[in-house]
């Protein structure tokens, strides 16, 4: 397993903001698991335009491989907003703990969140894609 970084630098689409505020400040009540983490994240992160965005950070509509630890397993998903979540689709919501734990991280990162039901667990990110370019972990 990867070391974890205190030094992770989480990068944001500045386009998306004002969204992901109002979503959090939505959720406070219903999904404080996700919602808070999710505040945090938007507190502490730097943030660029969309178009000068990494392209293997995790960002709504990346795709993502990543080591969930606590599962023991890799993990293919596309982040996406609560609206158009489907797990049986590969769709996770920006709105879950898992969610908000990718958001924001680039390839290589590893990461700890906490599950809804307060298990804390561990993830690394292996893969990026966006707009069906690979980006690998450098």
């Not at 561990?122 to 069906?132: A, F």
Request: net charge positive; glycine share 8%.
């Amino acid at each position: 397993m990867s070391q974890l970084s205190s030094r992770t630098r989480i990068i944001l689409d500045a386009d998306l903001v004002t969204r992901l505020e109002a979503l959090a400040g939505a959720a406070i009540r219903r999904a404080p698991e996700a919602a808070y983490p999710l505040v945090h994240k938007l507190t502490s992160a730097k943030f660029v335009s969309g178009s000068r965005l990494p392209g293997n950070v995790v960002t709504i509509g990346s795709t993502v491989t990543y080591t969930d630890w606590l599962a023991g397993r890799k993990e293919c998903r596309c982040l996406a907003w609560p609206e158009d979540a489907r797990l049986s689709r590969g769709k996770l919501s920006i709105l879950t703990p898992i969610g908000v734990a990718l958001l924001g991280l680039s390839s290589g990162d590893t990461t700890r969140w906490c599950s809804e039901s307060g298990q804390e667990g561990v993830l690394t990110v292996e893969l990026v894609t966006r707009d069906q370019l690979p980006v690998a972990v450098i």
